[in-house]
């Protein structure tokens, strides 16, 4: 069975820093997707990024970007430039591919303070 | 404007009671599914539905029941079997469709046993 682990329960950073939140996974597929959601204390989960397996290049999406080691099965968010907004619990999760209806598996998150 | 409606937002439910909490969505997703989320394990996955009339238990189904007759509704029952309710229920959907399509979230049901 697919797990999602997430090592760090809390963190915390600097307003303007860089965070780095870590995720590692087992699975025996070669083929799924990864997600980083962000939820904050409206409890609203909200996709932060996501990465397909098959594909090299990590995902980025403005201040957020993701360290993909498939053979390490490690998935890394990078926060750049933290603003207090950020401050949020956040889950890795992972899907597999084979079907289109495959559940979501998820971490069990790690929360994210931003010190002004 | 299309997403997924859980409701109510609270709920308080006592001993020995069954309660049924909503999960409607306009995105004509096929997929739906119910998460619990408890203080430090993460979400936990209840039941799913992959179509109309057919759903599968997850990790926690026990004293959980849920039904799918319309492709827009997946309500869960919380039954009195259930020792330990108390906790926030999410509610899912995913469209069925290749790719890395993302689940999309209601914005949760607080079951507090009073």
């Known amino acids: 069975a697919q797990t999602v682990t997430q090592s760090q329960p809390e963190m915390s950073v600097q307003e303007a820093e860089t965070v780095t939140l870590s995720c590692t996974y087992d699975?025996?597929?070669?083929?799924?997707?990864l997600f980083w959601y962000k939820q904050p204390p409206s409890r609203q989960m909200i996709l932060v990024i996501r990465?397909?397996?098959?594909?090299?290049q990590n995902a980025t999406e403005n201040r957020f970007s993701v360290n993909f080691q498939k053979a390490a099965k490690s998935f890394s968010l990078k926060i750049s430039d933290s603003q207090l907004g950020d401050a949020a619990m956040y889950f890795c999760?992972?899907?597999?591919?084979?079907?289109?209806?495959?559940?979501?598996?998820f971490g069990p998150g790690t929360s994210l303070s931003v010190i002004p | 404007d299309g997403g997924i409606t859980q409701s109510p937002k609270y709920l308080f439910r006592k001993e020995g009671q069954n309660v049924t909490l909503s999960c409607e969505q306009n995105?004509?997703?096929?997929?739906m599914y119910w998460y619990r989320q408890d203080p430090g394990q993460g979400l936990r996955l209840i039941y799913y539905?992959?179509?109309?009339?057919?759903?599968q238990k997850g990790d926690i189904a026990e004293g959980y029941s849920v039904s799918r007759e319309k492709k827009e509704s997946f309500p869960l029952t919380v039954t009195s079997a259930q020792k330990n309710p108390t906790a926030f229920y999410l509610c899912?959907?995913?469209?069925?469709?290749?790719?890395?399509?993302?689940?999309?979230f209601g914005q949760g049901t607080r079951l507090t046993v009073v």
């Open positions: 539905s992959q179509i109309v009339n057919d759903f």
């Open positions: 699975t025996s597929e070669s083929d799924y997707y």
């Open positions: 990465q397909e397996a098959y594909k090299q």
């Open positions: 995105l004509n997703h096929d997929a």
């Open positions: 999760a992972y899907r597999n591919s084979k079907t289109s209806y495959d559940k979501v598996i």
């Open positions: 899912a959907s995913i469209k069925a469709t290749q790719g890395a399509s993302e689940a999309f």
